[in-house]
């Protein structure tokens, strides 16, 4: 793990989240494999901190549920299963299609630009090849949607399903051609949307939830399809991919 993280780094004011960033992108980017311990005495030796920072990342990786401390181990990065990836996309798509039901008549002409704004702010990463600006992209899409529902509460949960299925969603953004089906997914949503026809709007949000599942299972390595994971299930770990 300390291979991926080795380099220098210009620490700022809060060395916390900055250690937090670091290694999350490094969980996203496929760098540190799901299961693999978070050692406090490495992870200080690779950033050049002391323990009372990491610690504290530690912690902060729990919060984005990237992280899971386990009996006798310590801290993992949080383990994924087939189960777990189910678990996470059914609730999106119990959510999803609340929103968007919601949303569909709340949207403006000026939300619908803002959504063609980020589809092509999304094409432009994705022909530069720049993955990170295609994720953001890709959020930033979504929580437009959100904050159309005005629903509070819908939008916070929808926010933490979403964290809960970032670690498992890196898998399905590594698959060959992903950020072209996701465009073309976004299109529809906004045809949809501009055309006023929220049932289909409806029907593209589930369907894009939908690939994006089917992505992930088709990517996740063999070992992960096992519906048993042994004692870290027994600590509800299989849901919270």
Not at 81 to 92: E, G, H, I, K, Y
Not at 183 to 204: F, S, Y
Not at 211 to 240: V, Y
Request: hydrophobic share 45%.
């Amino acid at each position: 793990m300390n291979s991926a993280l080795q380099g220098h780094y210009d620490l700022p004011p809060s060395v916390a989240s900055f250690v937090a960033d670091a290694i999350e992108a490094s969980i996203l980017d496929g760098n540190i494999a799901p299961g693999t311990p978070l050692l406090q005495l490495d992870l200080a030796a690779s950033f050049g901190v002391s323990r009372v920072p990491v610690r504290d990342a530690l912690a902060i990786l729990e919060q984005r549920h990237l992280a899971v401390r386990v009996p006798r181990k310590g801290v993992i990065v949080r383990p994924i299963t087939a189960q777990s990836v189910r678990d996470v996309f059914a609730a999106r798509r119990v959510l999803e299609t609340e929103i968007t039901r919601l949303a569909g008549p709340r949207m403006s002409r000026s939300d619908v630009a803002a959504l063609d704004e980020i589809v092509d702010r999304q094409r432009g990463a994705s022909l530069a090849g720049d993955l990170a600006a295609t994720r953001t992209a890709d959020r930033e899409f979504h929580a437009t949607v959100w904050r159309a529902c005005g629903n509070q509460v819908l939008e916070e949960l929808v926010e933490t399903v979403w964290r809960r299925a970032l670690q498992a969603r890196g898998y399905g953004h590594r698959t060959p051609g992903w950020s072209d089906r996701s465009i073309a997914r976004h299109e529809r949503i906004v045809a949809a949307l501009r055309d006023g026809d929220t049932p289909a709007a409806i029907a593209a949000a589930v369907a894009a939830v939908d690939a994006a599942e089917s992505e992930i299972l088709a990517a996740l390595p063999a070992r992960h399809h096992s519906t048993e994971s042994g004692s870290r299930e027994r600590h509800g770990d299989q849901c919270n991919a």
